[in-house]
T-cell receptor, first 112, second 115 residues
Framework: SQQGEEDPQALSIQEGENATMNCSYKTSINNLQWYRQNSGRGLVHLILIRSNEREKHSGRLRVTLDTSKKSSSLLITASRAADTASYFCATPIIQGAQKLVFGQGTRLTINP | DTAVSQTPKYLVTQMGNDKSIKCEQNLGHDTMYWYKQDSKKFLKIMFSYNNKELIINETVPNRFSPKSPDKAHLNLHINSLELGDSAVYFC??????????????FGEGSWLTVV
């Protein structure tokens, strides 16, 4: 079973609105990361939040982490058409060596 | 300059063939990865190398053989290709996989279609 699962699987909003995506995970973590993937491209790192942090900001991005609920959220404020992409959360699992495990992503569409 | 580059970007080949995907990173990272993304966008790690040494080998058919000639290169060779191997293969790299967490830098992907 997957470590991280995003919710919703797809989200469509109007330009200018805020978009919120959620991620749930199963095991204890020391950090959680969010990545963006534009269509036909590779994944790009957005933000990393550590387990001792509750909230982190980067430009129009706001990430929260609730370790008691094993969940994280990514908020994109004042969305733009260029924000249309898939968004993935990723959590590390240590099995011998540390590996980053990705969820299935949220497909975000920003309508002009 | 491209940080993580992989070639080819598109590959269409017949079942049973052998093919290779090459990857190079110029970021000075010591860890490199191969990830596979299926048609449902699920991204799964296949292999990880640290300083040319294999450290993660997921449950991947032994038709898949990674090779790391140096820490800047990690190639993926696939023997006897099957229809189910059709996917996007991403090469990636990072600094060492310490517990504090490290950003992974991805290549643009190699779209493999087996017909």
């Amino acid at each position: 079973s997957q470590q991280g699962e995003e919710d919703p699987q797809a989200l469509s909003i109007q330009e200018g609105e805020n978009a919120t995506m959620n991620c749930s995970y199963k095991t204890s973590i020391n950090n959680l990361q969010w990545y963006r993937q534009n269509s036909g491209r590779g994944l790009v790192h957005l933000i990393l939040i550590r387990s001792n942090e509750r909230e982190k900001h980067s430009g129009r991005l706001r990430v929260t982490l609730d370790t008691s609920k094993k969940s994280s959220s990514l908020l994109i404020t004042a969305s733009r058409a260029a924000d249309t992409a898939s968004y993935f959360c990723a959590t590390p699992i240590i099995q011998g060596a540390q590996k980053l495990v990705f969820g299935q992503g949220t497909r975000l569409t920003i309508n002009p | 300059d491209t940080a993580v580059s992989q070639t080819p970007k598109y590959l269409v080949t017949q079942m049973g063939n052998d093919k290779s995907i090459k990857c190079e990173q110029n970021l000075g990272h010591d860890t490199m990865y191969w990830y596979k993304q299926d048609s449902k966008k699920f991204l799964k790690i296949m292999f990880s190398y640290n300083n040319k040494e294999l450290i993660i080998n997921e449950t991947v058919p032994n038709r898949f053989s990674p090779k790391s000639p140096d820490k800047a290169h990690l190639n993926l060779h696939i023997n006897s290709l099957e229809l189910g191997d059709s996917a996007v293969y991403f090469c990636a790299s990072s600094f060492d996989t310490g517990p504090s967490g490290n950003t992974i830098y991805f290549g643009e992907g190699s779209w493999l279609t087996v017909v």
